[in-house]
């Protein structure tokens, strides 16, 4: 296994790793940004709200080896090292992110070159939306995973088009949960995350940051965490949710 000065299972190159959307406090509370121009400010909010369910679920289910599928900057790198013996990064060659900490590439719409049941765990964290055949990379999961194996699932549904041309769907609890079924799936958790105080705040926020305002960053980020505030943590809403956040087991 590689080395690392951090504290669990290292990434490839740990020591070139640098929080993008998560930074995380003295006792681990997840904060961001995670560095100044790694996030937009109008994206805040989800990121937050993303940061802070991946923080109560993976201690709960995260163990073994992890591949972090469609892994981009690894940004959810800090909260899922300690409770994992090995991480696995992969990614497309068409990723706008550092490919740094990959492993080895794959792209989803075809393949992911590991063996059946060779993996305990997997993040597809804002993935789903960016491949043609969803179901296609739901089951190539479910074959890598290890009976009891788990997969940490998130894809948006109220979300501004992104990553363009290669975004193409969005999700309802109500999809996630059948794709989830038809592959064979138990599902322990399936949250869909958000609100109408998440939500409009989300919408203003990006427009903010785009209207070449002086204070427009400012703002954006300042509604968007009193967006939080007025929301429960975690923020569930089934009609106004942003994002469809899922645990999905093995057996």
């Given at each position: ?89 992969t990614d497309w060659t068409k ?53 009891g194996g788990v997969a940490f699932?998130?894809a948006p549904l109220l979300y ?92």
């Amino acid at each position: 296994m590689r080395r690392c000065k951090f504290k669990g299972a290292p990434v490839r190159h740990p020591e070139q790793w640098r929080p993008t959307k998560v930074r995380l406090s003295p006792s681990g509370r997840p904060l961001v940004p995670g560095r100044r121009g790694a996030l937009a400010p109008g994206s805040t909010g989800v990121a937050l709200m993303l940061a802070r369910w991946h923080a109560m679920m993976l201690p709960r289910y995260a163990h073994g080896t992890l591949l972090d599928l469609g892994c981009g900057s690894v940004p959810y790198y800090d909260l899922y090292r300690p409770h994992v013996t090995e991480i696995l990064c992969t990614d497309w060659t068409k990723t706008l992110h550092t490919m740094v900490h990959l492993d080895f590439v794959s792209d989803l719409e075809m393949h992911v070159p590991l063996a059946d049941a060779s993996v305990d765990t997997v993040i597809l964290a804002d993935v789903l939306e960016h491949v043609y055949h969803p179901k296609h990379v739901i089951a190539e999961i479910f074959r890598i995973l290890r009976p009891g194996g788990v997969a940490f699932i998130h894809a948006p549904l109220l979300y501004v088009v992104h990553e363009a041309p290669h975004d193409y769907f969005r999700y309802t609890q109500f999809a996630m949960t059948r794709m989830a079924q038809d592959t064979g799936f138990v599902i322990e958790t399936l949250m869909p995350l958000g609100g109408k105080f998440i939500a409009f705040a989300d919408l203003v926020g990006k427009l903010l940051q785009g209207a070449n305002l002086i204070a427009g960053p400012i703002w954006a980020r300042s509604l968007q965490r009193l967006a939080l505030m007025l929301s429960a943590d975690p923020p569930l809403n089934k009609k106004f949710p942003i994002e469809i956040a899922a645990v999905l087991r093995r057996p």
